[in-house]
């Protein structure tokens, strides 16, 4: 059995969801099918998620809402008519969407995840809907009914174990599951959806869930990319990669797959597969437990923005019982995350997300760590990237730490920071955003062209 995921783009329009439909039916073992909202059809259209997050902020802000209403609407209407399907699918796509926007709004966050949720959902409806006009045995599927079980507020959104139990039923249809991405529903049926992103998360736990013999996550590209083709022309392709090569590469601005759903699948060894909807025929990229690495060590360069770094020194830090504990609180208090922690015997830094943090939260925290830590000196800077090189291979290649610093001293940028992980699979340069691009290229230039040349 396989699980299939086709992304926004693959059932953006009515001749995407075509093509769905004959990549479904060219192989029968393809017989769990996550969908996500219909994404992107050109450059400067809108996806329905946004459409749906304008909808409800709308309706909380109680402004009137049959013009954004009428946007959903008509997406899903124009899809339906082009596919020759009965009116009657777009009237039941109008109705509940009614129903969500009349739903109770006492927590704005639940209201949003319920207003939001309904884009995979009715793509998940229309879907089988034009599955079965094509000729397929196939349903839809309620993840509630399926047993996709998620924990509960303020803890961001998670499956349960109970889950993967439930769902492993799915395992004994004889039709095509369609499945809407992105949602899940606590024990008490509340709805909550998981980050942006979410339908790769939804294919990976059913597929770990009825132990698939492979996980297609079908997009626009036809495979993974050693880095960003955008910023370096004709990268080399990934044919192959292991889970914690992927995860790395996601984390660090990958934007192929959800950084987060690689560990479904990795818990029951379940192979996964980058292929594209435009083109099925192509290999694709396959992520798998074990590679070879003797070849090539770094696999893929990656960066992402977006980070500030909170410094912190105090002399004799080291000896200081319960320092990086206490900082750390600190940090929790404000509901803050972190990335890395890079440090000194009298001095670290702190890397988080930017986005967590807010001038009120920044001046807390550097008065807090101040008074209660009495630490000498407290900053927080701004405007970083987190360059980062990943591969099996560099836990066993002498040098390769020199020769990204070189590379990366040769663009006249300065490192910031240095970490790597204790797994040795990736290996992280905190650099200044706007020296991100050149030190991208050089990276991408010291570590693939010379292997292109050979």
Known sequence: MKVCKFGGTSVASAEQIKKVAAIVQSDPNRKIVVVSAPGKRFSGDTKVTDLLIELGRASLAGERVEAPLEKVVQRYAQIAEELDLD???????????????????????????????????????????????????????????AGLIVNDLPKRTQELPEAYERLAALRNTEAV??????????????????????????????A???????????????????????????????????????????????????????????????????KNTNHPAAPGTMIVKERDYSERPVTGISADSGFSTLYVSKYLMNREIGFGRNLLQILEDEGISYEHIPSGIDNLSVIIRSHQLTQEKET??????????????????????????????????????????????????????????SSEVSLVFGVLKHDETKILKELYQEFFEPALVK
């Open 364 to 421: 807390r925290i550097v008065q807090r760590i101040q008074s209660e830590m009495h630490a000498d000196d407290v900053h927080i800077r701004s405007d970083f990237s987190m360059v980062v090189l990943v591969g099996e291979g560099m836990n066993h290649t002498i040098g390769l730490a020199a020769r990204a610093a070189s590379a990366i001293a040769r663009t006249g940028a300065n490192i910031e920071m240095i970490n790597q992980g």
């Open 208 to 274: 770990a869930a009825v132990k698939a013999e492979l996980y297609e996550n079908f997009t626009d590209v036809d495979c993974v990319f050693a880095a960003n083709p955008h910023i370096v022309a004709n990268p080399v392709e990934i044919e192959k990669m292991t889970y914690r090569e992927m995860r790395e590469l996601s984390y660090a601005g990958f934007a192929v797959f959800h950084d987060e759903a690689l560990m479904p699948a990795f818990k029951e060894s379940v192979p996964v597969c980058i």
């Open 177 to 206: 599951s369609v499945f809407p991405g992105f949602f899940g529903f606590t024990k008490n049926g509340t709805l909550r959806t998981f980050e942006r992103g979410g339908s790769d998360i939804t294919g990976s736990i059913l």
């Open 87 to 145: 009116p009657a699918v777009s009237r039941a796509i109008q109705t509940d969407l009614w129903n969500r926007l009349s739903a109770d709004k006492s927590n704005e966050e639940l209201y949003m995840d319920r207003i939001k949720a309904s884009g995979e959902d009715n793509s998940a409806k229309l879907i089988a809907a034009y599955f079965a006009v094509a000729g397929l045995q196939a349903k839809y599927v309620n993840p509630g009914d």
